[in-house]
């Protein structure tokens, strides 16, 4: 019996120090090394839709004002443009985040890529969705446009790519539908359950309850690190002028 748990602490103790060498070599991996291009996204035209806010939910945009969100970089007001009853990303202004913090959810966002085509890859119409902050949904302009397949629109951003493409054309409104469950810790920080998110893309299934291997990282492997149960949301600016309206939420828990 001592023999058998002393192995066990001695490979107990090996797999912590692989884990602890594989995080500090992440920091020497290009962002090029978490991108694949295979499989490719299959195209699927997407029909015709109209998703009016359900009586329980909370309106965090309804066309008239900001005043659900703060700046991310300093919690002041946000510099996005309200015009029309459309929120516009204000380039390089930086990103917004909710005032309220939400765990489990469901929420429906409607978003438009520009309608003249500027850039190419991650550099056309790119923003993005993070639940409670960390858990990006890709916000691309992923119509005829070549990037790497968990990169694309309506991609878990580095982990999941769509199950297929239901991207209109610039200038045409997109709308996402997701169901997102929030991990759980004990409380030594240990995790319990993962993430998992459901997504229609423009009313097409592209995300069917994926588990999350972690938050969202540009560079390296996601990992999880224990966290509050609720947290805001995060809209990004990602330098290019992405629209959005009818943003709601349903809490879930």
Known sequence: M?????????????????????????????PEATEFYEPKVKPV??????????AD?????????????????????????????????APRTGGIKSKEAFGDVQVHIEWRAPSEVVGNGQGRGN???????????????????????????????????PLVNAMRAPG?????????????FNENGML?????????????LVQNNVELRGPTQYIGIPHYVAHEEKLP????????????RNIWVRKLD
């Not at 103790?13 to 500090?24: D, E, T």
């Not at 302009?141 to 397949?149: P, Q």
């Not at 359950?193 to 459901?198: E, V």
């Open 57 to 89: 939910a909370i309106v965090l945009f309804g066309g008239n004002d900001l005043n659900a969100w703060v700046s991310e970089r300093d919690g002041s007001f946000p510099k996005w443009k309200v015009e029309d009853g459309i929120l516009t990303v």
């Open 2 to 30: 001592k023999l058998k748990c002393l192995s066990l602490m001695l490979l107990l103790g090996f797999v912590g120090s692989f884990s602890l060498m594989a995080q500090q070599n992440e920091t020497k991996l290009p």
């Open 127 to 161: 923003s993005g969705f993070f639940f409670m902050g960390k858990y990006e949904l890709q916000i691309l302009d992923s119509y005829n446009n070549e990037t790497y397949s968990n990169g694309q629109a309506a991609s878990i951003y580095k982990q999941h790519p």
């Open 45 to 54: 035209s997407p029909g015709n839709e109209n998703h009016l806010p359900p």
């Open 192 to 204: 319990i359950s993962p993430a998992r998110i459901t997504v229609f893309h423009n009313g097409i």
């Open 233 to 244: 949301f995060h809209i990004q600016d990602h330098s290019n002028p992405v629209s959005f």
């Open 172 to 184: 045409e409104w997109n709308t996402y539908d997701a169901v997102f469950t929030a991990p759980r």
